[in-house]
């Protein structure tokens, strides 16, 4: 299932960065956005429910409710674009999280069950996702310029979203 929710991440992350490089527009834009965004959390949902993942649920239920948040500003064509950042900002935080949780791994549990397995790829993607987020609340408050913003985009749509889905989707593991 999250491999299938990273691949349509991918069609709100490369939008976005295009429209950043003065490509598109913001309401077709903030359109596509809300449908990722909505996917995202209708994912986080199934992988918790259905997959009895709540872990990476958790990731994607915070980036679903920050494509959200972008769709709306996108859509509504707000001007004052801090409370989208302080989303994004939180975002960051959790993000960092989950980074040093996929780097060290979860506890081992009565069994020697882990919940948490160490993965130094997601670990990877997570600390991109961290940066991403990062330079969105940067961007939001006037500190970050758009189109390095959106060459970030670009680049972590390649190394955060297709090589991990498709890796796992085609050899059933990561690439490290």
């Avoid at 992350?13 to 295009?18: G, I, M, S």
């Avoid at 003065?22 to 965004?37: M, N």
């Avoid at 009895?52 to 064509?77: M, R």
């Avoid at 919940?115 to 961290?130: D, E, R």
Wanted: hydrophobic share 60%; glycine share 10%; aromatic share 14%.
């Amino acid at each position: 299932m999250t491999t299938a929710v990273l691949v349509f991440i991918s069609l709100m992350w490369f939008p976005v960065a295009l429209l950043f490089l003065g490509k598109g527009e913001p309401k077709g834009t903030g359109a596509a956005t809300g449908f990722v965004g909505v996917l995202v959390v209708i994912g986080a949902v199934l992988q918790a429910a259905v997959f009895k993942d709540p872990f990476v649920s958790g990731l994607l239920f915070c980036h679903g409710i920050l494509y959200c948040t972008v769709s709306y500003a996108l859509l509504t064509g707000i001007e004052d674009m801090r409370s989208v950042g302080n989303v994004s900002f939180t975002v960051a935080i959790v993000s960092i999280i989950y980074m040093v949780h996929f780097l060290v791994g979860g506890p081992v549990l009565e069994g020697g069950k882990q919940l948490v397995t160490k993965s130094n790829y997601l670990a990877f993607a997570c600390a991109g996702y961290a940066v991403l987020t990062l330079e969105v609340w940067l961007n939001a408050y006037g500190k970050f310029p758009a189109s390095a913003l959106a060459w970030s985009l670009i680049v972590w749509v390649v190394f955060g979203l297709w090589i991990p889905a498709f890796w796992l989707m085609a050899a059933g593991t990561l690439p490290f």
